[in-house]
């Protein structure tokens, strides 16, 4: 009784139920409802590299501030300090305790991180990208999230029930790392660019112009597409490598419609820090263009008309709403700290978990069919008692496996449909020992009684082996596997119940009524 | 009704033979393992790493059709399978590729130029990368290797250590039994897979301590009988029960593998194969390794 009432959340009747009781019933796994599982990888040396490189980029700012004559740039994991000199010695000491001197030659200075920034620098870039990636999902709005790290630097995350797999993906991986640059159009090779290429063509470009790129310059393509043809072009860049702000200093980041054209873009706005790089950078670089960089893709390079104070920004491109949509959610997200690698992606469309629940019912009901005949044919009476203590067997097995609110997956349904066969097992020892000693001409009570009794070891004995496997199975196993383990696991228990219980009540009681002649068996 | 009724098979005496029979098939299983940690098996891609996308389509659709639109749509080095009934293609791909996540939009996008949406649904699509792969790979070798000392320690501990011996050489041998006859068939071997020989392991080892359970009770009980005896009559008392559970079991797996479609239906195909192999190891493999083990007087004394 106890075990329908538990079973009934997990049916189609949730809604119509009393509240205690909606927080029960079985979960489905990913396989049944459809989502995405994702595993990814944070890169570590990635984000120490990309550390460096701000780190570098943040002490030529100070050197400017402070009216020093003198830049940091970055060189492997090394930041090259030059010109050699006290004062630029000091200051880096003062506002950079985190650096130590490595060597000095021919006027420049090598520093290198700490070992121990280092390794925090990666630890945090674990933690940071979980954080991000769990803002990133509560945005996109998915029912029960589950997102935790594995093995280290392995984030695993599994949207179920979600729709729109290609969005989620992409919202979640994207680096998000937003910069602004300044295009270098004095150079002659600026002039030298073809306006816009295919997609193909860029790494035939990078090879052409690799050489002649001055010092401190970086070839960067913007993608634009034509919504009419569909074709996908790249425009040519050349700008200055440096990022004169990042989207570190943001604070909002919202969607606009633009009244004249009618397309969206994105609005963003900086904290006070980064309002004021913002103005000094506009100030110090009228009529030149500045590229609105994310992840290393050009979104426009407008022309900087006038100082630009308030700290508001916009990011308009060739995109539709819903690229505007997620555009803004990755960036109010903030930036991941390092690209993630994605080492697996599985993805289940909702149709085939509806087609596996179908066909795991169909295959179940043929199962007990069977059985139930089977048992009643050979066993008659007796049989018709261990079909009943099979049928109970079931209904507790979904009961609990309910009322934990357990997973289940597809394995798991196919451990349920096994455990159909097995659960009369425990029976058939019992009745053919039973057999053996009617045989020996004791009475159907006395049968009964010494059938049990030496049947009890060998049933556990056997119930104890599976329980080993179902406890390495959940170990070991991941998701599906997982399912199949505790269905296995809780239906041991279960089944030694209506076996040892069960069944022998009925024969009590139907025995000690009625002064048995013959055993139906 | 009663199939088998005071049989007296002489077991043991066909011995030898089984015992043939035996190694022949735990040497394949044993050259599986080998060409599985080799990656030349037919590994799943839970196992070696790819790509794998299911597209189920309103109407069957034939296979030369799909393959002609995946190497239009500049796809190379894949696998195609039918899963009839169904109007499902499942498309394979073996190849750790380094940057995941762009193999399966690529296989979908090239499908969709030559299939309207409607037409089409994407059931499912899996990538998973080399090193995920290694991964589960090791964890899968480990869980077998745990379940089966796990095993061994449990019937050391309830019977003698010869009787453990028996059982977990007659679980190794199911266990690389089915491993074996997937290999020659060349069916796919994957999580879903292993998680089928681990059940298998359980169930063969069900029906080894019920056969084990009634050798031991009747060493003590009919000492002047010699060890070769006690066994076959052992045998030949448990023999109904074990293949009354056997079918009633066998009943399961063959009604998920009719009707429990085509995810479990392998799955289903291991289980069945596991049955039969673990209900002969019982008989065949497990006893015979326990007389061949012991002296008829210290067995008794136990």
């Known amino acids: ?521 | 009704m009663e199939i088998l009724k005071n049989t007296k098979i002489d077991f043991m005496g066909k011995m030898y033979y089984a015992l043939a029979i035996t190694a022949v098939l735990s040497a394949i299983g044993l050259l599986t393992v080998v060409q599985i940690s080799r990656g030349t098996a037919n590994l799943g891609i839970d196992f070696a790493g790819g790509t794998a996308v299911q597209i189920k389509f309103n109407q069957r659709v034939p296979l030369q059709d799909v393959r002609h639109a995946l190497t239009q749509g500049g796809i190379t080095d894949f696998e195609l399978q039918d899963l009839p009934g169904e109007n499902k293609v499942l498309i394979n791909a073996k190849k750790g590729e380094a940057h995941i996540g762009d193999l399966s939009k690529k296989m979908i996008s090239a499908l969709s130029q030559k299939y309207s949406e409607s037409s089409m649904v994407v059931d499912s699509s899996t990538e998973i990368g080399p090193k995920v792969g290694k991964k589960l790979r090791t964890d899968a070798l480990w869980a077998v290797i745990a379940a089966i000392i796990g095993i061994l320690i449990y019937i050391t501990f309830r019977f003698q250590f010869r009787f453990g011996i028996g059982a977990t050489v007659a679980t190794f041998h199911d266990v690389l039994a089915v491993l074996a006859v997937f290999y020659m068939l060349g069916k796919e071997i994957n999580l879903i897979i292993v998680s089928a020989l681990l059940m298998i392991a359980g169930y063969s080892l069900t029906d080894t301590v019920v056969v084990f359970d009634r050798i031991r009770e009747n060493l003590k009980t009919r000492l002047k009988k010699s060890t070769v005896e006690v066994i076959n009559e052992s045998i030949n008392e448990v023999l109904s029960r074990t293949l009354i559970t056997s079918l009633t079991t066998f009943f399961s797996a063959a009604a998920l593998f009719m009707f429990g479609g085509e995810v479990i239906h392998d799955f289903a195909f291991a289980i069945m194969l596991g049955i039969i192999v673990g209900t002969y190891s019982s008989i065949f493999v497990a006893s015979p390794i326990v007389l061949l083990l012991g002296k008829d007087k210290v067995l008794a004394k136990k």
């Open chain 1, 1 to 521: 009784m106890l075990s329908i009432i538990f079973y009934l959340p997990s049916t189609h009747l949730k809604s119509s139920l009393p509240d205690w009781l909606q927080k029960y019933g079985m979960v489905l796994g990913l396989d049944l409802q459809g989502g995405v599982h994702l595993v990814y990888e944070v890169d570590g040396d990635k984000a120490v590299d990309i550390t460096i490189e701000r780190i570098a980029a943040s002490i030529t700012n100070t050197f400017n501030d402070k009216k020093i004559e003198a830049r940091a740039e970055k060189k492997g994991a090394d930041i090259i300090v030059s010109p050699d000199n006290d004062m630029v010695k000091k200051t880096i000491s003062e506002q950079f305790p985190n650096l130590s001197l490595d060597s000095t030659s021919e006027g420049r200075i090598v520093y290198k991180l700490d070992d121990k920034e280092i390794k925090r620098i990666k630890d945090s870039s674990i933690d940071q990208a979980l954080e991000t990636i769990r803002n990133r999902v509560d945005e996109f709005g998915v029912a029960e999230p589950t997102i935790h790290t594995q093995s280290g630097n392995e984030i695993v995350i599994q949207l179920p029930g979600i729709k729109d797999t290609k969005r989620a993906i992409d919202l979640v991986g994207k680096t998000a790392i937003l910069e602004f640059k300044l295009l270098d159009d004095e150079s002659p090779v600026a002039a030298q660019l073809p306006g816009s290429i295919l997609p193909s063509e860029a790494p035939k470009i990078m090879e052409q112009f690799g050489a002649q790129i001055p010092e401190g310059d970086e070839l960067l393509f913007g993608r634009n597409l034509n919504k009419e043809t569909g074709v996908e072009t790249l425009t040519v860049y050349l700008m200055k490598k440096q990022s004169l702000l990042t989207g570190e200093f943001l604070t909002e980041a919202r969607v606009n419609i633009d009244q004249r054209y009618n397309e969206p873009y994105v609005s963003i706005t900086f904290d006070a820090t980064g309002a004021r790089l913002f103005e000094q950078l506009t100030a110090n670089n009228v009529k030149k263009r500045l590229a609105i960089i994310l992840d290393n893709n050009v979104y426009s390079a407008p022309v900087i008309q006038e100082k630009i104070g308030g700290g508001n920004a916009q990011i308009s491109g060739s995109f539709g709403m819903q690229e505007a949509k997620d555009l803004a959610i990755v960036l109010r997200s903030g930036s991941l700290p390092a690209p993630l690698k994605m080492l697996q992606n599985v993805t289940v469309g909702p149709s085939l978990g509806r087609d596996s629940i179908n066909a795991g019912v169909k295959a179940g009901i043929v199962a007990a069919l069977l059985v139930i005949v089977f048992m009643i044919v050979y066993y008659k009476v007796s049989g018709l008692i261990a079909d009943f203590a099979m049928v109970l067997n079931i209904l507790y097995l979904v009961g609990v496996l309910s009322a934990v609110g357990a997973t289940l997956t597809l394995p798991g349904i196919a451990g349920i449909i096994l455990a159909i066969g097995m659960a009369v097992d425990s029976n058939v020892l019992m009745f053919e020992r039973m057999r053996e000693e009617l045989r020996l001409g004791k009475t159907p009570r006395a049968a009964i009684d010494s059938g049990y009794d030496k049947a009890f070891w060998t049933i556990f004995d056997s119930h104890v082996t599976t329980l080993i496997v179902a406890i390495v199975l959940f170990q070991f196993g991941t998701g599906p596997i997982k399912g199949f383990a505790v269905t296995l696991g809780v239906g041991v228990f279960i089944n030694l119940f209506t076996a040892l219980i069960g069944t022998k009540t009925v024969f009590d009681v139907i025995s000690s009524r009625t002064e048995m002649k013959k055993l139906s068996i």
